[in-house]
């Protein structure tokens, strides 16, 4: 179940998610004492990023994980970690305690299948698993995720077979349709086992996407297929909801 959430504009889903993502990070510490947050790249959160140092005053006990990473070195452009490092890391107030960052260690070592390997690892070492959780899957409280303009989402691709993946949690991708083509991605299993997750998308060229992730699970949208057996929230401007039937 994918529920939609439509605001004025970029800077309004930015925000309007910064709350979401805060809120989730304000449960999991109250009920669990600790809080797992997955986040993603691209273009788009990066607003979001440096809105939430003002959502959230405690970073302790805040864990950030990737839903995906290109396979570059962490301090390239194109790197994720690079992307929330210089935002929200750059954001927190002065003083404050970071977060737990858990970067894609190795992703820019030239072997994709043995960082995916490793972070898989990290996940299982030091994400519980949910009490229901019949895999032993470990459960984050939130994964923010993207939309790309084909549907993809972290770095699963249209028909791509790591969507068929249904052991491993976090595999390589060789061949990316979006630049870099190297890519180490979170899977289906471990992001639909999110106590929530949420998706943030903005702009005109999204609109196609965005109706295509509503209009129900298919593998050539992949963001469409979050929302078997999870709580997803999709948060959408005007002009990416623009698709959407009424
Ligand atoms: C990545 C992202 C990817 C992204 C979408 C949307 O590492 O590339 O995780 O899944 O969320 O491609 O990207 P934009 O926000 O740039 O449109």
């Known amino acids: 179940m994918i529920e939609l959430t439509v605001v004025e504009d970029a800077e309004a889903a930015a925000r309007t998610c ?7 990070i304000e449960t999991a510490r109250v009920e669990r004492g600790v809080a797992h947050v997955a986040l993603c790249g691209g273009e788009t959160p ?14 302790r006990d805040v864990h950030l994980w990737f839903g995906d990473e290109r396979c570059v070195p962490l301090d390239d452009p194109d790197s994720n970690h690079r992307l929330v490092t210089h ?22 070592d030239g072997d994709p299948p043995a960082a ?22 470990p459960v984050l409280d939130v994964a ?25 949690l976090v595999v390589a991708v060789l061949h990316a349709r979006k630049p870099p083509p190297e890519r180490v991605t979170m899977t289906l ?19 196609d996407a965005v109706a295509a992730t509503l209009a129900g699970p298919s593998p050539h949208v992949p963001a ?6 999870a709580r997803v929230e999709l948060i959408a401007d005007r002009a990416a909801a623009a698709a959407v039937a009424r």
């Open 18 to 24: 910064a709350r979401r993502i805060a809120a989730a």
């Open 46 to 59: 990066g607003r979001m990023y440096e809105l939430l140092p003002d959502h959230v005053d405690d970073w």
């Open 87 to 108: 935002t929200l890391l750059a954001q927190l107030h002065a003083g404050t305690v970071p977060p737990v960052v858990h970067p894609v260690a190795g992703a820019g």
């Open 116 to 137: 995916a390997a490793a972070y898989e690892a990290a996940l299982r070492a030091h994400v519980p698993a949910g009490a229901a959780a019949a895999a032993q899957l």
């Open 144 to 168: 923010l995720q993207g939309i790309g303009p084909d549907g993809h989402t972290a770095s699963l691709f249209p028909d791509d077979p790591a969507l068929a993946e249904r052991e491993r």
């Open 189 to 207: 299993p471990l992001l639909r086992a999110a106590r929530s997750l949420v998706l943030l998308v903005a702009g005109a060229g999204k609109a």
């Open 224 to 229: 469409s297929l979050l929302g078997e057996g």
